[in-house]
């Protein structure tokens, strides 16, 4: 079967082989992984090493939106809405299998309503130029209410639709992980920076970093070392300087998954103001809905945040202003909180909504380029923009970007509805392959959604998956769709990972019982704890 190249033992072996690289990268999530895919395409000899997993943290919790951001156009931000819309039809061009267009519906109960926001979705549009996903337009009440059975009808007048973009954050990380690798460069996850290098003059010329699974310690010295851990920016850059200040606010944002018949349809719903101002999106997402988000200010990150009280409850009354038959804390199929790293603007109590969505490029006297801020809608740009600025400050030597019109790992154009293996794209075939060769493992994991052994043989084998929580969380998505289902999965699934990884009954037993510790932060008890 093809794909070697992805092997991870490959891959580590190989990294002795190589003394000096020209680009390494602490970080995989978005914008560790952009870069890595820039840096590699532009001829870069690129290393990249992601302590847990790719897209851990923030980048697989979005809400799975490709998107301009709307709201950012009722506080001026032009610039960052047409960069995001241009960005959005790039990537819809480059990775097809993993975007979809997304109609959009705000619904209209006052008179005034309809005509505000016909006006902000026509330059919504305008800006999206020809990468544009499809007009916006006016809807009757007949149409609103056909669309939306579950809508409260009380007072409402109509609404407006507009389309966006749709992907799955995680398999696009992973996607972009393969393009690296694809194009001679290295992506390894489970593998922890712990010390940053320096030459006699003091400055950044690599870094220290351990093996998780063996305990190995290894030395990596590069031209450039880019630190793009997003929330876990600052961490970085108080490693090689500790004086260094903040430059990041760390905001959560919870989302809360529902089964369909709460919220029916294909369209998704938008509440564009809260009673505290923020955006709520009811979004269709591999059937179900998702429900979010919320923004609320944390003074330390963590690799595995949890929702607040407030935010569940913020979640659940504004959502329920709008249904005829309410959803409650039982309903809910899984919760998971996301870490955005804002860049911040010096004054700290400023609120989260109003610190920049935009990116950040800091160089420190001692020669490590950070970067922060930004969102998954613009990680291309902010890579394109992180090796730019390398250059012009004569880390490297110049090289054009082609990222603007490069296909990601997996991209196709040919669609199928029948199947969730179309988010494989070109690779589906091969996990059919697989199948053919092995009957065995076309069974399902689970009565409740549609995951196939076979995922976890191919996540093990081709997509570098070395726990429980690497396949149910972030390979076949089970953990942010119903917890409760991938806890009933993950027995069958560590003894197909143990058999295809050599391992004993003892790394089975370690490894449920850690995963069961972390599906806790995704499930909500029935009863408000006190």
């Known amino acids: 079967m093809k794909h070697y190249q992805f092997a991870r033992k490959r891959l580590i072996r190989e990294l002795s082989e190589e003394n000096q690289w020209d680009v390494l990268i602490i970080g995989g999530g978005a914008t560790g992984l952009g870069i890595a895919v820039d840096a590699a395409t532009r001829g870069y000899r690129t290393l990249l090493l992601e302590?847990?997993?790719?897209?851990?943290?923030?980048s697989s919790r979005s809400t799975k939106l490709v998107h301009g951001g709307i709201r950012y156009l009722a506080q001026g931000n032009v610039e960052l809405v047409r960069e995001a819309l241009n960005e959005r039809g790039l990537l819809a061009q480059n990775a097809p299998h993993?975007?979809?267009?997304?109609?959009?519906?705000?619904?209209?109960?006052?008179?005034?309503?309809?005509?505000?926001?016909?006006?902000?979705?026509?330059?919504?549009?305008?800006?999206?130029?020809?990468?544009?996903?499809?007009?916006?337009?006016?809807?009757?009440?007949?149409?609103?209410?056909?669309?939306?059975?579950?809508?409260?009808?009380?007072?409402l007048r109509g609404g407006v639709e507009y389309m966006d973009g749709q992907f799955d954050d995680a398999r696009l990380a992973i996607n972009l992980a393969q393009t690296c690798i694809e194009n001679d460069g290295y992506c390894l996850n489970h593998f922890k920076v712990i010390n940053i290098l320096k030459d006699k003059e003091d400055m950044v010329n690599g870094v220290e970093a351990i093996e998780e699974e063996t305990g190995k310690s290894y030395r990596f010295h590069s031209r450039l070392v880019i630190n793009a851990t997003g929330v876990f920016v600052d961490y970085i850059r108080n490693m090689a300087n500790p004086t260094a200040k903040k430059i990041i606010r760390a905001s959560q944002g919870v989302h809360l998954v529902f089964d369909k018949e709460f919220f029916p349809g294909k369209h998704a719903l938008m509440i564009p103001k809260t009673d505290d101002g923020r955006v709520l999106f009811a979004v269709p997402w591999k059937d179900k809905v998702l429900v979010g988000t919320t923004d609320t200010l944390l003074e330390k990150p963590s690799l595995e945040p949890v929702a607040l009280e407030e935010e569940i409850d913020f979640i659940l009354n504004n959502f329920n202003k709008y249904l005829i038959r309410k959803v409650s804390r039982k309903d809910v199929k899984s919760i998971f909180a996301g870490l955005r790293p804002l860049a911040a603007s010096g004054d700290d109590e400023r609120k989260t909504k109003e610190i920049s969505r935009g990116h950040k490029i800091m160089l420190s006297g001692n020669g490590l380029l950070s970067i922060t801020g930004g969102k998954w809608t613009t990680y291309r740009k902010m890579a394109e923009d992180t090796l730019d600025y390398a250059i012009e400050h004569k880390f490297l030597p110049f090289r054009e970007c082609v990222t603007e019109n490069f296909l990601i790992h997996g991209a196709t154009s040919q669609k199928t509805k029948d199947s969730h293996l179309q988010l494989y794209g070109s690779d589906k075939t091969l996990i059919f392959d697989l199948i053919n060769e092995r009957p065995e493992l076309g069974v399902r994991l689970d009565e409740e959604l549609p995951f196939l052994k076979a995922e976890v043989v191919w996540a093990v084998q081709y997509e570098m998956a070395r726990t429980l929580e690497d396949v149910l969380a972030r390979r076949v998505r089970a953990l942010f769709l119903d917890s409760a289902a991938a806890i009933r999965m993950a027995p069958e699934v560590a003894k197909i990972m143990a058999w295809e990884l050599g391992r004993d009954k003892d790394w089975i037993e370690n490894q449920l019982l850690e995963f069961k510790e972390v599906a806790k932060h995704y499930m909500l008890k029935k009863e408000k704890t006190a």
């Open 51 to 58: 302590q847990v997993d790719f897209a851990k943290g923030t």
């Open 98 to 155: 993993l975007v979809k267009k997304q109609k959009f519906v705000i619904p209209n109960y006052a008179w005034w309503e309809g005509l505000y926001y016909n006006f902000g979705l026509k330059t919504y549009d305008f800006l999206a130029g020809k990468l544009s996903m499809g007009k916006s337009a006016s809807i009757s009440l007949k149409k609103i209410i056909n669309r939306f059975p579950t809508l409260i009808q009380e007072d």
